[in-house]
């Protein structure tokens, strides 16, 4: 009876932590694979724009079935060619999520162009079109969709706003290589997408980036902007000479970070499944909880399941998110909180203001906690999840 007793007890308030270890909220997941292909770059004579760079654009390329993939050093590398290529500069806004990693909204600042913060529809935590359409101003050249933690945006409407006006629409896909919007995949919707292959990502590389077009003009600008803007065609008279036409930067992936990439992107679709398999476990768990709520997925959506979310219902509950956030931490769960609105920091609030008419995206962050989810995770530990919050929550209800 005592213990039954005690394993209710949080163990912040004295009572036993689930778990004895740390449970990230991601993690990469290499094996032997990734480990043989970086063996051989390292065998070989290319260790940058060589072969295994050549592989892994020809591939992601074919998987996602578009035109163009450039492979670039980071998610936010790939947000800047695209920015760049999308024409934005002094003068433009461009209309983006405030719910998003804050390399999204640099990358229109890059570009001396004003970032502009439409709410997102609370359900779906994504861009709202209606909210897009608030924002827009003679001025506007583009929004930056971001499927937020892999769920799509609502495309349809969006696009169409887009072509109204004819503005540039960027997918900041890093959180949804394999998502799918009315059957069609994230990252061939817009004029231009983005994916991320840092190390929490669903294709981890250590860093790494790469952009998506259809749109050869496009692809030919992001090429140039990628290598110092060095262009070589048509074929200089001389070998050593090339021309420079635009101030770009270094932007490359390695031969090495690509080899990985070839691997884990032939990884993508079990891992895939295997995140929508204990996505869908804790569905099922925490549909009885009353204090908590769970992002609506349209049925015409198939999710990317980068990050798993819960909202609190604060009413229900008698602590704060903070106590319930440091609950679960202090039971060994990663929890995490994606993310803190890009408006709220501070060269935000000091270069653009409070823009205000973002109740949503506001009221969201109040309740938002990412639970552990990544390939490699294990059923005990998505039954010690599970576990956890329960304990938690119901401990602290109202
Ligand atoms: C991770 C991420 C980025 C940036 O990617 P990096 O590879 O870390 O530079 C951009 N946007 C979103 C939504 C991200 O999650």
Redesign the pocket.
């Known amino acids: 009876m005592k213990i039954q007793a005690c394993a209710n007890i949080p163990a912040i308030e004295g009572g036993y932590p689930v778990r004895q270890e740390l449970l990230d909220y991601s993690r990469p997941h290499l094996g032997e694979g990734e480990m043989k292909a970086a063996l051989e770059v390292l065998k070989g004579k290319w260790l940058t724009m060589g072969p295994a760079v050549h592989a892994f654009e020809e591939r992601f390329k074919r998987w996602l079935g578009t035109n163009h993939a450039l492979a670039v050093s980071?998610?936010?590398?790939?947000?800047s060619c695209a920015t760049f290529a999308a024409g934005f500069g002094p003068g433009d806004e461009v209309i983006t999520t405030p719910m998003?990693?804050v390399?999204?909204a640099n990358a229109i600042v890059y570009r001396g162009a004003k970032p502009v913060f439409a709410d997102i529809d609370p359900r779906t935590l994504c861009l709202d079109p209606a909210a897009i359409e608030s924002r827009l101003t003679s001025k506007t050249r583009g929004i930056i969709v971001?499927h937020?933690g892999g769920q799509p945006a609502e495309m349809d409407a969006i696009l169409e706003i887009a072509s109204a006006r004819n503005l540039t629409v960027i997918e900041?896909a890093?959180?949804a290589p394999g998502a799918a919007y009315r059957g069609r995949a994230v990252g061939t919707l817009g004029d231009m997408a983005?994916f991320?292959?840092?190390p929490?990502?669903p294709i981890a590389t250590g860093?790494?980036?790469l952009i998506a077009t259809a749109n050869e003009e496009f692809a030919r600008k992001m090429a140039l902007f990628r290598n110092h803007g060095i262009m070589r065609e048509p074929a200089p008279a001389n070998s050593w000479e090339y021309d420079v036409v635009t101030a770009g930067e270094n932007y490359r992936l390695s031969d090495l970070h690509c080899a990985i990439g070839v691997v884990q992107l032939e990884r993508l679709p079990e891992s895939l499944e295997r995140r929508a398999q204990i996505a869908a476990l804790y569905d099922e768990a925490f549909r009885e909880l009353d204090s908590v709520e769970l992002p609506c997925r349209p049925a015409h959506t198939k999710h990317g399941w980068?990050l798993y979310q819960i909202l609190l219902r604060l009413e229900r509950l008698r602590v704060t998110r903070k106590q319930i956030f440091d609950a679960l931490r202090a039971e060994n769960l990663g929890v995490n909180v994606?993310y803190i609105p890009v408006h709220r920091h501070s060269w935000y609030r000091k270069e653009f203001g409070s823009p205000g008419g973002l109740p949503h995206a506001e009221g969201v962050y109040e309740r938002l906690i990412t639970l552990p989810l990544f390939f490699g995770i294990t059923d005990q530990d998505a039954a010690d999840v599970i576990h956890a919050v329960k304990k938690v929550l119901q401990y602290y209800r109202a």
């Not at 980071?74 to 947000?79: D, F, K, M, Q, V």
């Open positions: 980071s998610g936010t590398a790939a947000l998003t990693f390399a999204t971001v937020f900041d890093c959180h983005c991320s292959f840092h929490v990502k860093e790494g980036g980068h994606h």
